[in-house]
């Protein structure tokens, strides 16, 4: 087998693990998952805001870690403590539906994209501000005492007007309760859905291991002769 061949498999299998891998590294919430929240490693937020580093503890998905930020201003929770999530939803609990330009720029900040990361306690706090103008959380007057915030509004704005954004894609609100029986809401989540994998991923997996095991016969063979 040539070099060519030999790089064509080595690509083949690496994107497949990646691929694989980023899917099932997310967390996937449903009804009866069971989370908690801390502060992010920025430390505590001034005001109480996100982004929070969450973790499942039981229930679908237990064992997995993610990242949120608030979505409804004026609801609370407790650090900590288990949070108990009714629905998965595109809406808040108060039937607020999640916006367009909140997932686009959430998507951004989860993907790591350059010029999205919250690296900074400020840039934290910008963040979270600019996700509650785009909810209708905060007023315009707040919005543009906070320059950071005001661009990444901005930003949102133009990727859905412009069309190179709809929809919500994988974002999705956590419609949390505090106690098991849902009777007392807790603060709304945005959090990154883990997709599913496609059968596509797994065959894209399998012909790249193939490859690499003929690969490896192939050395064997050549070094016998």
Known sequence: MNISKISRALKITLTSVLLLGSQLAAAQFDTGSVINLNWSSLG???GGNGAFSGSIVSGPGAGTSF???CLEKFETFNLNSNLFVKNVST???TADPLSAE???LFSQYSNNAVGYTATTNSKNLSMQNAFWFLEGEI???VLNADT???NWVTAAQTAVTSGA????GNVRVLNLYKDVNYGTAAQDQLVMLAPVPEPETYAMLLAGLGMMGAVVRKRKQTRQL
């Not at 954004?165 to 919500?168: E, I, P, R, T």
């Open 44 to 46: 505590s937020q001034s």
């Open 67 to 69: 990242v949120s930020f």
């Open 148 to 150: 950071q915030a005001k």
């Open 102 to 104: 909140t997932a686009w």
């Open 139 to 141: 007023t315009q007057s």
């Open 165 to 168: 954004w709809s929809g919500v």
């Open 91 to 93: 809406t808040t609990t």
